[in-house]
């Protein structure tokens, strides 16, 4: 699971991943409540839907759909999954949320990857106005 | 809460092919996509990049469709194509006005029966990925993050870890022999499913596949590529250059516990899609705007890491 970041140049990739730190920190300790979660599930039922129809930048009708029909197949023997995988997120609690933020999201578990810019050149527009 | 129920139908050929069909006649429109069981990570090692220049080579022609032939057909009949290499599986696909269906089951039973492949086009779509590569990755800001970039950094197996578009003198070195073995080891019906969705009836879906896909002979079942990683017991971390961008970025990946292990989910093909695009713009801003909008981010991270719990 990856999460991606583009940050100002001024903080340091230090804060940042401290401050990202900090938010998994939080769910780790204190939970989420049960109205966040609800709302998560409205998105993300939202979502599964709105992926089986479209997918591919919308120019591929059902693209969503038949990828996970292909890949259910293939790996499980059972393209009837996507009708039913649905059920699982829904049920998710928050108990279970927190459980996995402690046992999976956890620095030994992790990689970072920083991609640091290298230092822009000198305004090649200031030479040619000269 | 019941969500609406998808009609599908499915069934196994005699050779082994799996063709799923899930009719909707809303509009006349029909959706083909034939998926094999071979992706970046079976490539072999000295040829990274190797399932994605075969990709390639499927565009190249067929025993009884020229070069070209494949994409005209369907261009002219009103549709669009491509195709994609994955972890795991590639894939071909088509959408095309219902009465198409036809043309395109033909065009990739020619292909996934007889590929026709040479040096010549072998060299010329050499070239196509080399380019490929310098326009999505070499020379694009941010280009390959992190797809490409966090697999070397999280992942001790080369299964895992190499570079999946990859290096350009392992692309010079593949050979036309290394097209045709990888051809007839996982180009088999047995290794693949062929999906018809949209403007079809189940039964007409399994007659044409039958009659276009039934009498391709299977082969003997493909190894599976080893996704098995040592243990890890601490946090990796690694660095790349971002030539053209002016923002530092950082991505961080957290291993998930495999599908359908113990209390395990069977989606890892549906979050690996979704989860892309749900943290990603939110987070850049979660550290530098209020506090209550980055609840909602971290929430998302964790739901999206037990859902692949759950089964």
């Known amino acids: ?130 | 809460m019941k969500g609406p129920q998808i009609a599908i139908e499915n069934k196994i050929l005699g050779n082994g092919l799996r063709v799923v069909v899930a009719p909707d006649s809303a509009a006349p429109v029909v959706t083909v996509g034939i998926y094999y069981k071979i992706g970046f990570r079976l490539e072999p090692q000295g040829r990274s990049g190797f399932a994605h220049l075969f990709e390639h080579m499927m565009f190249q022609g067929s025993a009884n469709a020229p070069k070209m032939e494949h994409i005209k057909l369907i261009n002219s009949s009103g549709g669009v194509l491509n195709g994609s290499t994955m972890y795991d599986v590639t894939n071909y696909y088509e959408a095309v006005p219902s009465n198409a269906l036809e043309r395109v089951l033909w065009l990739e039973a020619d292909r996934m029966r007889a590929l026709k492949v040479d040096d010549e086009n072998l060299n010329n779509q050499r070239d196509v990925v080399k380019e490929e590569v310098r326009v999505n990755v070499l020379n694009q800001p941010y280009g390959g993050f992190p797809w490409l970039d966090m697999p070397p950094v999280a992942f001790r197996n080369w299964a895992n870890a190499h570079n999946f578009y990859g290096d350009f003198a392992d692309l010079d070195a593949a050979s036309l022999s290394d097209v045709q073995t990888f051809f007839k080891t996982y180009y088999l019906p047995n290794n693949a499913v062929l999906l018809i969705l949209g403007d079809v009836k189940p039964t007409e879906g399994f007659a044409l596949a039958e009659k276009y896909f039934g009498d391709i002979p299977p082969g003997p079942p493909p190894p599976f590529a080893d996704p098995n990683e040592p243990a890890q017991s601490e946090e990796r971390r690694g660095s790349v250059e971002e030539k053209f961008g002016t923002l530092p970025a950082i991505a961080i990946g957290y291993v998930m516990p495999k599908r359908r292990s113990g209390n395990g989910a069977p989606w890892r093909c549906s979050i690996r899609r979704s989860m892309a695009d749900v943290p990603a713009g939110s987070i850049a801003t979660l550290c530098w705007k209020s506090k209550s909008r980055s609840r909602p981010t971290a929430a998302w991270t964790i739901f999206l890491a037990i859902t692949a719990l759950r089964k």
């Open chain 1, 1 to 130: 699971m990856t999460t991606r970041i583009l940050h100002k140049p001024e903080i340091s990739p230090a804060a940042t991943v401290a401050a990202f730190d900090a938010i998994i920190a939080e769910v780790q300790e204190k939970g989420i409540s049960a109205d966040e979660l609800e709302q998560l599930k409205v998105k993300w039922r939202s979502d599964y839907y709105a992926m089986l129809e479209g997918g591919r930048g919308g120019y591929m009708p059902k693209y969503g759909l038949m990828h996970l029909l292909a890949c259910f197949s293939l790996f499980d023997g059972e393209p009837q999954l996507v009708n039913s995988i649905l059920d699982g997120f829904l049920q998710v609690t928050p108990e279970q949320v927190q459980a996995a933020a402690k046992k999976y999201l956890v620095k030994e578990n992790r990689a970072i990857v920083f991609r640091a810019p290298v230092a822009p050149p000198e305004s090649a527009g200031e030479q040619e106005a000269a």
